[in-house]
């Protein structure tokens, strides 16, 4: 059974940078899709950015241009570089490994912004 550990969340001020690490651990196969959600308070979980193993991305209108969301496939990690961050996107961060229809999850990290 494939695990996800999260690193990286924290506090930043607004315009800061951080970044977002995925380590999972088993067996990662070529077909696996992996990405990041979130989800602020009182809202449902979110889409932010997902990965393919050929390299092919996709992201949330909200982060498009800030965000940037990478893949060490010899090292299962993926990575969410997040630029020039703003209020709106604080929230609990979740790693995601999408398998043959499957969803597996990350525990969370959580990402504050102050203004």
């Known amino acids: 059974q494939v695990q996800l550990v999260e690193s990286g969340g924290g506090l930043v001020q607004a315009g800061g940078s951080l970044r977002l690490s995925c380590t999972a651990s088993?067996?990662?196969?070529?077909?696996?899709?992996m990405g990041w959600y979130r989800q602020a308070p009182g809202k449902q979980r979110e889409l932010v950015a997902f990965?393919?193993?050929?390299?092919?991305?996709n992201y949330a209108d909200s982060v498009k241009g800030r965000f940037t969301i990478s893949r060490d496939s010899a090292k299962n990690t993926v990575f969410l570089q997040m630029n020039r961050l703003k209020p709106e996107d604080i929230a609990v961060y979740y790693c995601?490994?999408?398998?043959?229809?499957?969803?597996?999850w990350g525990q969370g990290t959580r990402v504050t912004v102050s203004s």
């Open positions: 995601n490994l999408r398998r043959w229809g499957n969803n597996i």
């Open positions: 088993g067996s990662i196969f070529s077909d696996d899709i």
């Open positions: 990965i393919n193993s050929g390299g092919f991305t």
